[in-house]
Every structure is written in C-alpha cells, then in structure tokens.
C-alpha cells in the first residue's frame, strides 16, 4: 500500500533517434538483467524524443524538465560516488502544470566520447542520457543507457614477442608469439620449443587473463579472470621438439586494453603459459599484450594511435608453484 502512495504519478519514456539501426551490444543491468544498449562512436550525435505522461489525467506540478548526456565511472567498492568526466544539459520545460502527455526533441551534437564503454569486476564505465523532472517532493528520473566503441589504428610496428625462460640445469624453454598487439578478431600464432627438459612436464596450458585495477595506492583493488584455457600439449616433451599455438581470439568476450582510464582504472590482458609436472607443480609465466577495437570497414571515424610496445626480447628465471 505504501509503494501505491509515493509511486510516480509521472512515466517517462526516452526513444532515440534511429536506434533500431545501430549496432546493438548485451549488458547486465540492475537485478541482474540483461539491457539491449545502441552503440554510438566518438564524434555521433545523440538526440531523440522524450515522451511524457500524467498518470490518470492528473495535474501535475513540476519545477522544470531537463535532459542530460553524461558519461561516468562507477566504482562498485565506492558505490554513491560517481565520478563524472561528461556532461551536457539542455532545458526542455520551463516550471508548469502539466495535464496531458507532452513530447519533447532534443540533440548533442558532435558529441566528444573519449573513452570506450567498460563492464568490469569492480567498476563500470557508462554513456547515458537521463530525464529529470524537478518536483517539490521527489524528482522524477528516467535513465537511457548507450553503448561507446573506440577504434585504435593499428600499430606501425608490431613486433613478436620471443622469451627463453627456465629452471637451471633443468628446464630450458624458448617461446615466441607473433605479434605483441592484436586486435579483436585477430588470431595469436606461436610456438613453444623445449632446448633442455630434466623435469618430468605432465602438460602444459595456455590461457589469457584480463587484469582489471581500479583506484590508486593505497586503495586499489586487483581482479584477475582467466578468459579461456586451454591444454597445448599432453605428455612428457623432449629436447628439441616444437610446440605450434594457434589462438583466434574471435569468439572469446575481450575488450580493448585500457590503460589508466581517466586515472580510475586500467584492464590489461596478459597470455599465461603453464607447464604441470608429475608432481602438480606449476611453473608459469606470464607475458602482457596489447589488444584494440580496429576500425570497421564501412566506417569512416577517427582513430588514435595504438601505445608502442617496449622491447620483449628477455631472458628469465621461473620457478615452480603452487597450484594456482
């Protein structure tokens, strides 16, 4: 009964303008409910209708309507502080009485969107428009969210990642990657070749791992997920012998990297090689990659530089752990 009492004597709808021609991307809403969000790339415009109606014919007084483009970051250990990098408001009703359903056109032009949407562990970054109506008890406000994609250009150099790493008089691999950065749809080609081998290897797996960090010292939080594993070679292997990698990374939930994004947080990946030996020892070791959106064919949008990489030519010690 009390829920009857203070609901909303007001619905609001937002429709934006060609919607149903975008692209669409699936994201968890609230109670764990999946939105269907537009995506839009830096430079769209954004504009459409906002319908509203008065419940039951009622007056309804109001203290001005507005709508707003706004773009934050959520941190979920810091839930209540939203930290906004964009805003843009435009007035659509002056104080009033309304009495009958009302529409109303709105549009931000040549939106600047600096960053790409993100879904995480421990935070989210989101684009949305949102309706306010001012009323003297409560607000009415109505939320719309869309999805940003960026594009990166792809790298002038990309270089290959090669790394002996080993375990003295016993273990003594080479491993080599093609490239150091790829894209979306890309596919990681590799090999792995075995110079000394005194351990008794049971297999060895390789998986990607996405590192999200959100905050700063002394309170930043560390969220690891493995995206996929997967075993590459069952059995003992012998010196000299040469494993192949072949990894389409296509049908795998990836998003670009994103290095200290508006200094909130940053999502690295990072291919994870781990040999398992008779005993379930583990010895690992983990090498960064970069991966980014590349443009689209049928689009003509403005793309920034993909960072360059730092020299991955090393040579390095690992030693065994526990399993992970």
């Given at each position: 009964m009390a829920a009857y009492f203070f609901a909303s004597p007001i619905d609001v709808d937002i429709k934006l303008e060609g919607e149903e021609l975008r692209k669409q991307v699936e994201i968890k809403g609230e109670k764990e409910k999946t939105i269907s969000c537009p995506v839009y790339y830096d430079g769209d415009s954004v504009g459409g209708q906002v319908s509203i109606r008065v419940r039951d014919g009622k007056k309804a007084t109001h203290e001005g309507v507005k709508v707003e483009f706004v773009g934050n970051i959520e941190l979920f250990y810091d839930r209540g502080h939203h930290h906004e990098f964009l805003s843009l408001s435009q007035e659509l009703a002056a104080p009033g009485d309304m009495r009958q359903a009302q529409s109303f056109d709105f549009n931000f032009k040549n939106i600047e969107k600096q960053f790409e949407s993100y879904q995480g562990i421990n935070v989210k970054l989101r684009y949305f428009v949102r309706v306010t109506i001012s009323r003297r008890m409560a607000d009415v406000v109505k939320e719309?969210?869309?999805?940003?994609?960026?594009?990166?250009?792809?790298?002038?150099?990309?270089?290959?990642?090669?790394?002996?790493?080993?375990?003295?008089?016993?273990?003594?691999?080479?491993?080599?990657?093609?490239?150091?950065?790829?894209?979306?749809?890309?596919?990681?080609?590799?090999?792995?070749?075995?110079?000394?081998?005194?351990?008794?290897?049971?297999?060895?797996?390789?998986?990607?791992?996405?590192?999200?960090?959100?905050?700063?010292?002394?309170?930043?939080?560390?969220?690891?997920?493995?995206?996929?594993?997967?075993?590459?070679?069952?059995?003992?292997?012998?010196?000299?012998?040469?494993?192949?990698?072949?990894?389409?990374?296509?049908?795998?939930?990836?998003?670009?990297?994103?290095?200290?994004?508006?200094?909130?947080?940053?999502?690295?990946?990072?291919?994870?090689?781990?040999?398992?030996?008779?005993?379930?020892?583990?010895?690992?070791?983990?090498?960064?990659?970069?991966?980014?959106?590349?443009?689209?064919?049928?689009?003509?949008?403005?793309?920034?530089?993909v960072p360059q990489p730092n020299d991955h030519v090393q040579v390095e010690q690992i030693d065994p752990h526990t399993p992970l």
């Open positions: 719309k969210d869309i999805w940003v994609h960026s594009f990166r250009m792809p790298p002038d150099s990309n270089n290959s990642i090669k790394m002996e790493v080993g375990i003295e008089d016993c273990l003594h691999i080479e491993f080599e990657y093609n490239k150091s950065k790829y894209h979306l749809k890309d596919v990681i080609v590799g090999k792995i070749y075995f110079l000394l081998v005194r351990i008794k290897i049971k297999h060895m797996e390789l998986s990607i791992i996405r590192r999200e960090t959100t905050g700063s010292p002394p309170n930043q939080y560390n969220e690891s997920e493995t995206i996929t594993k997967f075993e590459i070679m069952d059995g003992a292997p012998i010196r000299g012998e040469t494993i192949p990698i072949r990894l389409f990374l296509g049908g795998f939930d990836l998003t670009p990297t994103f290095r200290d994004v508006n200094k909130k947080f940053s999502t690295r990946y990072y291919l994870n090689l781990v040999l398992i030996d008779e005993e379930n020892r583990r010895y690992f070791k983990q090498q960064e990659i970069t991966i980014y959106r590349e443009p689209e064919a049928e689009l003509d949008l403005p793309a920034v530089e």
